[in-house]
Structures are given as C-alpha cells and as structure tokens.
C-alpha cells in the first residue's frame, strides 16, 4: 500500500474513533482528546474531577474500540501491591509456585481514586508504567506492548486520601483536570442516558471494526515523523527552562516557583504536541500545539512556592504566565 494512502487511513480511523467517543462521552471534548494523545504519545493519563463525570465511561469506551483487553481496579486504603501486579500461587498439587498475573498486566488499565491506595501500592503501579514490566520474587514479567493507564483522583474528599508525590506525578505524561458540563450538554447527557437505560447500555462494538494495535504503533511512528521547526523546538525548550530559570522573565515568577520542569517535562511537550497536531490532521507541529497542551502536561511538573500556593497559585496557573511571558518564535 502506497505510504501516502496509508497515512490518510490511519488519519481517517483516528477520526472516526474521535467521532465515536464523543457520541459516548457527550461535552468531554477535551478529556477525549487527551486520551487519544497519550495513547498516540505512549504515556499515561492522571484525570481529576468530581464524581459522575464519565471518567470511567471514557476509558472503557475507548477500550472498547481498541484491539485490547480492559481492567478497572478500584484503589482503597487496605489494598495491597500483589492485588495490582499478581503474585505466586502455591500449587499443592503439582509441589511448585506459579504466578498468577493481576490486572496490570491488560492493556488498558484504569486505576480508579489511586489517592485512595497507601504509597507502597501508588509505587507498584508507577514502577510498572516506568519499566513496562513488573518483578515478583526473583522474576521480571514484561507487561503488554501496548500499555496505557488511566488514573483517577476525587477531588471533593480529603479523608482517607494518600495524595501522590510530586515526584511521582512526574511519571504522568498529563495531569488533566475536567469539570461541570454546561446547561445544553446536560441535556443530552440526559438524553443518552435515557436511551442506554432503554437499550441497557453501549452498543457493543465489533472486533472487525476496532483499532488494531498495529495501527496505534504505525500512528505513533507517524507521530513521531512530524516536521518540528527548530524555531518551535526551541520554543518549546525555552518554555521548560523559564519554569526553572523564572528570574530571568520576571522576578514576581521566580517567588512564586519552587521547582521547576524536568527533562521528562520536555519529552511529554513535544509527543503531546505533536500528537495533537497529528490528530488536527497536520503533517507539522505548530506554536498553538505546544500552547494548548503545555497546562496539562507541565500544570502537575511546575511546582508552587510555599507563598503561592497561599495567594492562590497552582501549577496550570503558572504555566499559563510562562505562556504569557515567554515570546513565541
């Protein structure tokens, strides 16, 4: 097949996928958006928002018309880290143990309230979207090629939580936060519920027209082919190391920021951009790419000095002037 044409179909399935989610997922635009890109940028996606948001309806739509098995784990307090990755069975039968794998190893996973999980547990799923693999005992079992979770937070209740580190935070390629829909989506958002409620739920999708993952891994290496402008590059470079260097813009900034973005930080804004200009149908990444993802990909990376943080500053609120202050090229 010619590559030119294999390209537009790729683009052409994409699209469609898009379509489809947002007939799922009504007045979550931006959720589907990001989900598609961390699955095009091979990454894994933080969401926060109240309950009832379609958080979970997302991911397992998106499940749905992927090549893939899907597994929901909801994290609680007494969970345990060998609920996540699986242990060794004793098999009195046969006199030997055998390892028996827990839900991280499915393709999509989503890791529902993970601030509800103590730090033992937390690190057992950060290490495992890290490495790709996971080790118990003195064996280390690859996980699936295709890889991508999904991680929840509430942000209502305080109680009982375990808030994820900073520098654990920094594993997530985007930390999104989504909120309230507005008074014509609710609408609808009725609407569908009343006609699931009528046809007892999702259409189930056909395997023939799910996304294989060979076409997610050619997405990707697509993605990664985009044109880049080292104007843009250094743009985008030059964004990361103001969040590190804030004095040299504004001394106000250099107050308000404690710690800045890490190399990771860099390597997630241009995936995620280009990413999202593949998606919009473009062969080239351009400046409102990078500025449009840059809050949700650096927001959880740029961390607030005490004194901000009690003036009201959080980390999107600090990349939004990093936006402000740094001149496009």
């Known amino acids: 097949m010619d590559t030119a044409v294999a390209n537009s179909r790729l683009r052409e399935r994409f699209g469609a996928l898009r379509a489809e989610l947002a007939q799922e997922i009504v007045g979550q635009d931006a959720l589907i958006e990001r989900l598609l890109i961390a699955l ?44 996540l990755t699986g242990s060794d069975v004793w098999l009195p039968q046969d006199g030997r143990f055998e390892f028996q794998p827990g839900p ?13 999980a103590p730090a033992k ?32 937070q509430n942000p209502i209740e305080q109680e009982g939580t375990f808030p994820l580190p900073e520098a654990q935070l920094d594993r997530f390629l985007m930390y999104v936060r989504i909120g309230y829909p507005e008074a014509g989506v609710e609408t ?31 997405a990707r290496s697509e993605v990664l082919g985009l044109h880049l402008a080292p104007p843009l590059e250094r743009y ?7 969040s ?20 990771r930080g860099s390597i997630a804004l241009e995936r995620c951009a280009r990413a999202r200009a593949w998606l919009a149908g473009r062969d080239y990444v351009i400046p409102e790419d990078v500025r449009a993802i840059a809050p ?19 980390g999107p609120r600090l990349v939004a002037e990093l936006l402000r202050l740094v001149p496009l090229p």
């Open 121 to 152: 547990v937390q690190s057992a799923l950060l290490e495992a979207m890290g490495e790709r693999q996971v080790t118990v005992g003195r064996r280390t079992w690859p996980l699936p090629e295709l890889f991508l979770v999904m991680a929840t």
């Open 244 to 263: 590190r260097e804030p004095a040299r813009y504004e001394a106000a900034l250099a107050r308000r920021i404690a710690w800045g973005a890490s190399p």
């Open 40 to 83: 095009l940028a091979d990454g894994h996606l933080l969401v926060e928002g109240a309950p009832g948001l379609a958080k979970t309806t997302a991911i397992r739509a998106l499940a749905a018309r992927l090549e893939s098995d899907f597994a929901r784990i909801q994290f609680t307090p007494d969970l345990l880290p060998a609920d």
């Open 296 to 314: 949700d990909v650096l927001g959880h990376r740029v961390l607030p000095s005490f004194e901000a943080s009690a003036e009201g500053w959080d």
């Open 188 to 218: 609808e958002i009725l609407r569908l519920a009343r006609e699931r409620a009528r046809t007892g739920g999702m259409t189930p999708v056909p395997v023939a027209e799910r996304v294989g993952q060979d076409e997610v891994f050619a």
């Open 104 to 116: 991280v190893f499915h393709s999509i996973l989503l890791a529902d309230e993970i601030n509800r």
């Open 236 to 242: 985008l470079v030059e964004l990361v190391l103001a």
